[in-house]
């Protein structure tokens, strides 16, 4: 039983493919054609299922108005959502699921071993529970752990006139204290344009910010909106207890998302794949995930840093994103840093992380 049928139950659900039991059910709130389509960012080393459907990709990046650097050995790249998935999941469609429309409230482990997912629409016994619907108890962020909120809006917007360099990315350019704006160009006269803001709660849709800084930054042009979207996405940990040994959390509440940046689509198409190999080996599944040390450490100290003044964590990143090249910051959100390469991250986060703390 899939108790949530979004990004990490279709991967997962793909990974399965070879080995899927005689009945499987996905129980979603939602159906796919009501999901509408956000754009998705993700560094990469490697190749991800996502490269496919990638609208845009860079290996050139600059922080706010630094001059361009090149970021290999990571390459950025967007994709939307819905092309990401709808294929995923018509791939999906000769396989035996049942797609169960109805909102789950609760998962209870049964005296035999198995378990009972409680819904709004009746109640279904599973052997094997792969959840990621973070309402859920155990909810997703931990309460047991410091969380927070990555909130923004997203504008794909067109311009009457060439403005951007469709080569280069533009990353962490202040909006105001609290927020900072992402420029991902797609062609010199179109762009998706995101802002981001961490703190404890959500900031709401704000487009009149983005279109103020672009045109500031591009005062003889004027920008269609295409496209716009909203989204908070939580960040935390992941519950350290599932309801039993076959209850397995997946996707943002296997704490797959950095709580850092927010990234977590790369992570989590690497999860897939690791327990979809597991599975396959008939190998047990670990429920959950505990974040790996010093980066489990790092990313409560930044959480803590957005609940108590949302200002802190840009005040530390923009120390940070000036302070060593960008490929060592892509480096940190990928947990690929030496304990040497962290050094001086550390000494240029230090002021900030003792302000707070005094
Ligand atoms: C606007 C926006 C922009 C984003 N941009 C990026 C980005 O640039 N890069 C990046 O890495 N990540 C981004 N994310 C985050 C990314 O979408 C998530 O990390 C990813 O979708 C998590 O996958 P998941 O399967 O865990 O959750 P989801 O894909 O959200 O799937 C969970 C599913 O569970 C369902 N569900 C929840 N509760 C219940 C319930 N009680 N019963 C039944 N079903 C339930 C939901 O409807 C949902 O379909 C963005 C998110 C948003 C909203």
Known sequence: MFVGGGLAATLLLNELRPALPRRVAVLETWSPSERPPVHWSYWSLGATPYD???IGAWRRARVADARPEPIAPYALQLVRSTDVLAPMIEALRDLPIEWLRATARSIVRRSDGGYEVVSDAGTVRARWVFDSACEVVPAFPSPRRPRAVLSGT??????DQPVFDAGVATLFDPLDERSFAYVLPLSSAEALVESASFGS???GEDRATLLRYLRAKHPKANFTVTHSEYGAIPLGFAP???VGPRHVLIGAKRGLV???AGYGVVRIAQE???LGRLWRQQSPLPPSRRAPWPWGLLDAGFVRLAIQDPRLPLAL???VMHAIPLAQSLGFIEEQLSVRQLAPLLRSAAPIMLRKSR
């Open 154 to 159: 997203g504008l794909r917007v067109e311009a």
């Open 258 to 260: 950095k709580p850092s």
């Open 201 to 203: 709660t959500g900031v």
């Open 317 to 319: 990143l923009s120390r």
């Open 272 to 274: 897939s794949e690791r």
């Open 52 to 54: 496919g459907f990638a």
């Open 240 to 242: 350290p207890r599932t």
